[in-house]
């Protein structure tokens, strides 16, 4: 935009005047741009992620220790990064270890007790004989003294008893025996179950493409790469993500001072540093509501996403943007460049190309021109600069001037 001024400022320069430039007032639409950079980002993309549930083995970071270049295409299937294994495997060895000590412990336990519920029930058959005999010797004392009757039913009532207690301590000591069977089951089943869920997550350690498409490493948020050597968080675990091309956003900031003039909808020129002859369109999609400091800086901006409307196999995430959203357009109005413009106790004026200088009430301006709303007619002249003598210039107040 500057240029092309200028070139009008020297294409109407006065051809007696060296030092004067000359320009006329335009007619034409007016165009207010607010202008960022930013960065290109994929609207949407797949997530490659790494193994699930690490925080429940305590695991809260992870090593990456491969991945392949970013901006790597692939097929789903194919090979993106490899993570750390040493904690995990160390972690899998003690486990394997409590394994075997619990596996060991529970083949006691069942012969342990299968020896002393054998010798139990072999009280118990011993006591039923008992009973069994003093049973007879009670049906045998009928011929027998009334004393030696009595004393034989005394003997059979205490065997009956002896063995009903022997019946009931050797439940309880069944019950006690399956329950500590049970304890030893249940911490060995707990420890397998431990076992093969690390087994399963270990094997996740070494991560592939879920899908077709270019691998984009993540980044971090202060936009460094999370590359080899970085770690992946265990509430976090994405290492890298599949962007989709065809749906691309420019990811920008606006300072608090133009912030209030980016509308969501408003129109937009997206150009990228690395194809400077190549223009995009774009539209405003959101508008943060809360700013935030760049860093080390204390500029407050808040965050502008610009959707593309139109896209190239040529662009790629992470490069970077330079943007022009239009927030003001008013058509048919006349403008001169902000240069000409001059004030004197608070009265704005232009050197005219008759001589004068002429009051002009303004309307909004952008970076190179400004709206005239009355003083000047079409295609009227401006100096660009004071001319020689300008102090002598009369100042022609403003009437109403017809537009």
Same mark, same amino acid.
């Given at each position: 935009?500057?240029?092309?001024?200028?070139?009008?400022?020297?294409?109407?320069?006065?051809?007696?005047?060296?030092?004067?430039?000359?320009?006329?007032?335009?007619? $034409?639409?007016?165009?207010?741009?607010?202008?960022?950079?930013?960065?290109?980002?994929?609207?949407?993309?797949?997530?490659?992620?790494? #193994?699930?549930?690490?925080?429940?083995?305590?695991?809260?970071?992870?090593?990456?220790?491969?991945?392949?270049? @970013?901006?790597?295409?692939?097929?789903?299937?194919?090979?993106?990064?490899?993570?750390?294994?040493?904690?995990?495997?160390?972690?899998?060895?003690?486990?394997? +270890?409590? +394994?075997?000590?619990?596996?060991?412990?529970?083949?006691?336990?069942?012969? @342990?007790?299968?020896?002393?519920?054998?010798?139990?029930?072999?009280?118990?058959?011993?006591?039923?004989?008992?009973?069994?005999?003093?049973?007879?010797?009670?049906?045998?004392?009928?011929?027998?003294?009334?004393?030696?009757?009595?004393?034989?039913?005394?003997?059979?009532?205490?065997?009956?008893?002896?063995?009903?207690?022997?019946?009931?301590?050797?439940?309880?000591?069944?019950?006690?025996?399956?329950?500590?069977?049970?304890?030893?089951?249940?911490?060995?089943?707990?420890?397998?179950?431990?076992?093969?869920?690390? %087994?399963?997550?270990?094997?996740?350690? %070494?991560?592939?493409? #879920?899908?077709?498409?270019?691998?984009?490493?993540?980044?971090? !948020?202060?936009?460094?790469?999370?590359?080899?050597?970085?770690?992946?968080?265990?509430? @976090?675990?994405?290492?890298?993500?599949? #962007?989709?091309?065809?749906?691309?956003?420019?990811?920008?900031?606006?300072?608090?001072?133009?912030?209030?003039?980016?509308?969501?909808?408003?129109?937009?020129?997206?150009?990228?540093?690395?194809?400077?002859?190549?223009?995009?369109?774009?539209?405003?999609?959101?508008?943060?509501?809360?700013?935030?400091?760049?860093?080390?800086?204390?500029?407050?901006?808040?965050?502008?996403?610009?959707?593309?409307?139109?896209?190239?196999?040529?662009?790629?995430?992470?490069?970077?943007?330079?943007?022009?959203? %239009?927030? !003001?357009?008013?058509?048919?109005?006349?403008?001169?460049?902000?240069?000409?413009?001059?004030?004197?106790? $608070?009265?704005?004026?232009?050197?005219?190309?008759?001589?004068?200088?002429?009051?002009?009430?303004?309307?909004?301006?952008?970076?190179?021109?400004?709206?005239?709303?009355?003083?000047?007619?079409?295609?009227?002249?401006?100096?660009?600069? #004071?001319?020689?003598?300008?102090?002598? !210039?009369?100042?022609?107040?403003?009437?109403?001037?017809?537009?």
């Amino acid at each position: 935009m500057a240029i092309i001024i200028a070139i009008v400022y020297f294409a109407n320069r006065s051809k007696k005047d060296t030092g004067e430039i000359i320009v006329s007032v335009k007619k $034409g639409d007016f165009i207010i741009n607010v202008a960022t950079t930013g960065e290109l980002v994929a609207q949407k993309s797949v997530p490659i992620k790494g #193994p699930e549930g690490l925080r429940e083995f305590r695991i809260f970071e992870i090593k990456i220790s491969d991945i392949i270049l @970013d901006g790597t295409v692939v097929k789903k299937g194919d090979y993106v990064a490899a993570l750390d294994k040493t904690d995990i495997t160390n972690r899998i060895k003690d486990i394997e +270890l409590e +394994l075997e000590r619990y596996e060991s412990q529970l083949i006691n336990t069942r012969l @342990d007790t299968a020896l002393t519920m054998r010798g139990a029930r072999e009280d118990l058959i011993n006591l039923k004989f008992d009973v069994e005999g003093k049973q007879i010797t009670v049906d045998q004392s009928i011929y027998e003294p009334p004393a030696s009757q009595r004393q034989a039913k005394i003997e059979l009532e205490r065997a009956k008893r002896t063995y009903e207690q022997a019946v009931r301590n050797f439940k309880l000591k069944l019950a006690k025996a399956n329950a500590n069977m049970g304890d030893i089951q249940r911490t060995y089943n707990t420890s397998k179950e431990r076992y093969d869920k690390m %087994t399963k997550v270990v094997a996740a350690f %070494t991560i592939m493409a #879920p899908q077709d498409g270019m691998v984009v490493q993540k980044r971090n !948020w202060d936009g460094s790469k999370q590359g080899i050597g970085t770690t992946m968080s265990g509430w @976090d675990n994405v290492v890298a993500e599949m #962007p989709e091309l065809k749906q691309m956003i420019s990811k920008t900031y606006v300072n608090e001072i133009d912030v209030s003039k980016v509308k969501v909808g408003q129109k937009a020129e997206i150009r990228v540093d690395a194809f400077p002859d190549k223009r995009f369109g774009g539209i405003v999609q959101s508008v943060a509501n809360v700013g935030e400091r760049m860093r080390n800086s204390n500029a407050k901006v808040f965050e502008v996403i610009i959707k593309a409307t139109s896209v190239d196999s040529l662009l790629r995430p992470a490069m970077t943007t330079q943007n022009l959203i %239009t927030t !003001w357009t008013k058509k048919s109005v006349r403008s001169i460049p902000i240069e000409s413009v001059h004030s004197i106790n $608070g009265i704005s004026y232009v050197f005219r190309g008759n001589k004068t200088r002429q009051e002009v009430k303004l309307g909004q301006s952008n970076d190179n021109e400004i709206i005239v709303l009355d003083g000047l007619f079409d295609n009227d002249k401006v100096y660009l600069n #004071p001319p020689e003598k300008a102090e002598e !210039w009369n100042l022609v107040r403003l009437t109403k001037t017809k537009q």
